[in-house]
């Protein structure tokens, strides 16, 4: 019987350490990550010569959002910090999984005639081996539940990449657009200042041009500073140590897809991706698996041991020994009660986040719908009619029916009409990202 029972115990050590994953679960996030991302996750216990080629490969040509996610998440050390978290959550299922080692105590005794007398005991845990199956239950859950809250936190920050990529690309074309009409209004103002000289325009006229030169020589200031913050902003997310890393924008955001889902395709996908709600089934579950730990918390330490003891005569005795606590005082309420709120409070936020995933994607939807609308407006309706005013008032100077003013005028709209423009692919494109976010479950920054 006591053969059978050593038996028993190292069976359920060997089942318990042989299930814990040795990669700590990376490659499960490597593989959650890729099929919602379409990226890569490579943890590195530090940078190599490797990765720095990889990077400058990826930076050499043309920028993309999806080159831009591939570089940070293989090169920010912030990344590294997240999946460090699976390594803790492995030790911590480990340490559900193993058994309290025995304890031994020793007693001598003084004087001892014609033998010294001792006292050996070997003791353990029972509880401790009762609830070893149930603890393992409960450290997988827990496990499982980590692996989903890093792959979300990878996942976040992917997003974060993306949407600073965005914040980028708008900033270097508002710059150029800025300039634009900087240099539109300099040559105004400056043929202002001819004519007044000359005594052909009021000064009314004259300081209506310089005010719009000084204006656009802070609007272009003010774009420049914001592509400065981008710039730097991306940086961070890459990873990059050096202020003057160089990457090579495109000249315009991409094409918009040739359509958007729908709710109904929108709901299947959430069904099948969003991390928060397998986070919340699974701590759920944890906190299920914890009720019925805590109702043999008033036990505390049942103990059962062995003893051998030797007296003073040389007589030796061994036997079998047991400790239980005694619960008159402490019945285990509080842990009871504390494990059932647990529970309680696991279960309403599953239901919470249940009911506000179809109105955030909803939501997110109808900002993708706006913001493609909006795009499609200055595209198709307001651009080119600020382009054809451009030419009109070209045809009629040429005739010298309008002024060069007003056919400066006429191109400075339509350079904030293409401002407006960028403006709406940024949103639209930021959209789609909060979408995605929406999809998978993972919230903003």
């Not at 997988?140 to 692996?147: G, H, I, N, T, V």
């Amino acid at each position: 019987m006591k053969n059978t029972s050593l038996l028993l115990v190292f069976a359920l050590l060997a089942s318990s350490c042989a299930s814990i994953p040795r990669d700590a679960g990376v490659a499960d996030v490597q593989r959650a990550v890729s099929e919602r991302a379409m990226a890569n996750v490579e943890p590195e216990a530090t940078p190599s010569a490797t990765d720095d080629d990889r990077i400058r490969a990826l930076l050499q040509d043309e920028l993309t959002a999806d080159r831009a996610v591939a570089a940070g998440l293989m090169n920010n050390p912030r990344l590294q910090v997240i999946l460090a978290e699976l390594g803790i959550a492995r030790a911590e299922l480990i340490e559900a999984s193993t058994i309290r080692n025995p304890l031994f105590e020793m007693e001598l005794r003084f004087p001892g005639d014609p033998f010294h007398p001792y006292e050996l005991r070997l003791a353990q845990s029972l509880v401790d081996l009762i609830q070893l199956r149930r603890r393992r239950a409960i450290g997988r859950a827990e496990f499982d539940a980590a692996k989903l809250r890093v792959t979300g936190e990878v996942l976040r920050f992917a997003a974060g990449v993306r949407g600073d990529y965005y914040d980028l690309l708008a900033a270097s074309q508002h710059v150029a657009m800025s300039r634009t009409v900087f240099e539109a209004a300099k040559a105004a103002a400056e043929l202002a200042q001819r004519q007044h000289d000359a005594q052909n325009i009021t000064d009314l006229d004259l300081e209506t041009e310089q005010a719009q030169y000084e204006q656009a020589k802070i609007d272009l200031a003010r774009a420049e500073q914001r592509l400065v913050l981008a710039r730097e902003a991306l940086i961070r997310a890459l990873g990059l140590r050096q202020a003057s890393a160089e990457w090579r924008l495109p000249a315009a955001f991409p094409p918009l897809p040739p359509s958007e889902p729908d709710q109904t395709e929108l709901e299947r996908l959430a069904a099948a991706r969003r991390l928060d709600i397998e986070i919340a089934r699974r701590e759920v579950e944890v906190a299920q698996r914890r009720v019925p730990v805590a109702r043999l918390a008033a036990l505390g330490e049942v103990t059962g041991d062995v003893h051998l003891q030797r007296d003073a005569d040389g007589a030796r005795t061994v036997g079998p020994g047991i400790e239980l606590p005694i619960p008159i005082f402490n019945n285990g309420a509080a842990a009871r009660t504390r494990a059932e709120a647990q529970f309680l409070r696991a279960r309403h936020a599953l239901n919470a986040l249940l009911a506000e995933s179809s109105s955030q994607l909803r939501a997110a939807q109808s900002a993708v719908t706006e913001a493609r609308a909006r795009v499609e407006y200055f595209r198709e309706v307001l651009l080119p009619r600020r382009q054809r005013i451009v030419r009109l008032t070209q045809l009629e100077h040429n005739a010298m029916i309008a002024g060069i003013f007003q056919l400066l005028q006429a191109k400075q709209n339509e350079a904030e009409a293409h401002r407006d423009f960028i403006d709406a692919q940024r949103d639209y494109w930021t959209a789609r990202n909060d979408l995605d976010r929406a999809l998978n479950g993972v919230g903003g920054h």
